[in-house]
């Protein structure tokens, strides 16, 4: 077993879990225990606008019914902020990190006006307004520069996910430089994510597959920040009945913590892992969740050949 592995599961605590949010809690757990490694909790509260009070609490009550309990105890965002601005801070004094006074309107004027007017995701490609003309002036936001820079930072991004295979992405032409602060002062996921994946040993990244699309930007500042890059591994994720990833916004309903083995077979299953007897009806609880966990570990290990590397 690699002893060295450290997971991670982060979920925002705008609500409560719901049935795609504990697919990737239990992958996460899974892939820690199929490593004899240490799976951890992460409250991604860096956006406080949109987090609700106490539901990180919450959350921690529903992964406990269901037996997943983390290793140490959960690291909250909000309460780091001096680091964030510390790793702002270097890439700024090494020139990689440029303020910005743009609005969305005016990202749309200028990609429209560089013929680049495409959207990916609802997100506009940034051109580089900032970076080209700002010259020192104050800026509300911060972004990373994504154009190679006193040669760091290669063009194009290559990695290999561990269920999605290779991937690849030109973060400078497919996304443009991002922000690492917002102008209303709170620091972007993006760099927050970056910072604590290297301040916990994060060595792999099981998450759903809507965040792959991250994955090239994060690999990118995390070479500007000269921290290691953890592997990854993004699940499928769970529709809703109108096609789209279950969410929050898209309705999606709380976990019935009055029935752990439902929840936690539903999830199995959309992981490929087989159910567990319907008998065993209390699979978050005592020696039952022990023995249904056990079967799904070693299941894992069967189906993903990850038994240490």
């Known amino acids: ?23 990737a809690a239990l992958a996460s757990w899974l892939d820690a225990r199929a490593h004899g490694g240490q799976w951890l909790v992460r409250m991604e509260d860096v956006d406080a606008p949109r987090c609700i009070d106490g539901m990180d609490a919450v959350i921690l009550v529903q992964l406990a019914a269901l037996g997943l309990v983390p290793d140490e105890a959960p690291v909250y965002q909000s309460t780091r902020a001096p680091h964030y601005q510390r790793a702002l801070d270097d890439l700024i004094q090494r020139g990689l990190a440029y303020p910005c006074r743009c609005s969305r309107k005016d990202i749309e004027a200028a990609s429209a006006a560089d013929g680049r007017a495409r959207v ?13 003309s700002i010259h020192g002036k104050a800026g509300e936001a911060w972004r990373l520069r994504t154009d190679p820079v ?14 999605l295979g290779l991937q690849s992405q030109n973060v400078e032409q ?23 994946d290297a301040a ?6 099981v998450r759903g597959e809507d965040l792959a699309d991250n994955t090239a930007r994060q690999i990118r500042l995390q070479q500007a920040l000269n921290v290691p890059t953890p592997r990854y591994f993004h699940v ?35 992981l490929g892992l087989r159910c567990v007897a319907p008998g065993t009806a209390e699979i978050g609880k005592g020696d039952r969740a ?16 990850r038994t240490g590397d």
């Open 174 to 196: 497919s996304v443009g430089d991002f922000p690492l602060k917002r102008a209303d002062g709170f620091f972007t996921y993006q760099l927050a994510v970056v910072v604590d």
């Open 150 to 163: 006193n040669d760091h930072g290669a063009p194009t991004i290559r990695w290999q996910d561990r269920r």
């Open 200 to 205: 916990q040993g994060i060595t792999d990244v």
């Open 1 to 23: 077993m690699n002893s060295g592995y450290r997971g991670r599961f982060a979920p925002s605590p705008t609500g409560p879990l719901h049935a795609g949010s504990l697919v």
């Open 120 to 132: 990916r995701g609802g997100e506009l490609v940034y051109p580089g307004t900032c970076r080209k």
């Open 236 to 270: 499928p994720l769970v529709l809703g009945e109108n096609g789209e990833k279950l969410s929050k916004q898209n309705g999606a309903a709380t976990l019935d913590l009055g029935s752990p083995a439902v929840a936690l077979n539903a999830a199995a299953s959309r």
């Open 290 to 305: 022990a023995d249904a966990f056990g079967a799904w570990v070693e299941e894992w290990r069967h189906l993903y050949n």
